[in-house]
């Protein structure tokens, strides 16, 4: 079986001006700058022969490239406690249509729907073990957080390994954005 997840790879320049606000908040488990993603969809667990029709369908995908600004800080709670902290992405039609075509893409090879909305962000740490209260200024802190915008030119099927400290995400295939179809 392989862990697999489809995501925008983040260039080291990104990579670092996010890892930047890392840090300061006792309990926090922050993600090691190199493990940065955007995720487009989570697949989970899949046996091999899947993993080749979801290669297929990814493949198979037409979208355009676009620019990719991450903008502001926020939170995902569960069951009144602050699971991780994230940097958000701006709403961007380019990016909501990739979106759309990954999810598709996936329901036609059997994969069941993802239920839970797409809300594009950048995990920067898991929180359930900080202080609310440092969690909550920390979103003060950097709510005007804006990157520099980057240019997204492909999207990326990773396969994950989980561990104990931080998970090993590998890059397996890139798929790239074409500015135009073929004449
Ligand atoms: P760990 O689960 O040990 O904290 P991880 O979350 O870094 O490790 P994965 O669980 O393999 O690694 O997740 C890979 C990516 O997919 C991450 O961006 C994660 O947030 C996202 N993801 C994982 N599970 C789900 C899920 N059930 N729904 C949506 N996204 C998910
Ligand atoms: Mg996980």
Known sequence: MLRLFV????????????????GGIPGARWV????????LRFIGEIEPWRAQEVDDALAAIRARPFTLQLAGV???????????LWVGAERNDALTH?????????????????????????????TDRAAPEKLMAFVQAYNLFRATPVEVEHFTLFSSRLGKE???????VDYDLVARVAA
Request: aromatic share 6%; hydrophobic share 40%; glycine share 6%.
């Open 7 to 22: 995501a925008l790879a983040l260039p080291a320049s990104l990579r670092a001006e996010i890892a930047g606000l890392a």
């Open 74 to 84: 926020g939170t995902f709670e569960k069951a009144g406690r602050i699971q991780s």
């Open 32 to 39: 090691p700058p190199e493990n940065y993603h955007l995720t």
């Open 98 to 126: 990739l979106q759309t075509k990954v999810e598709t893409a996936l329901q036609r090879v059997g994969l069941a729907p993802e239920r839970k909305r797409f809300s594009p962000h950048v995990t920067l740490a898991r």
């Open 166 to 172: 931080a998970s090993v995400y590998t890059p397996e």
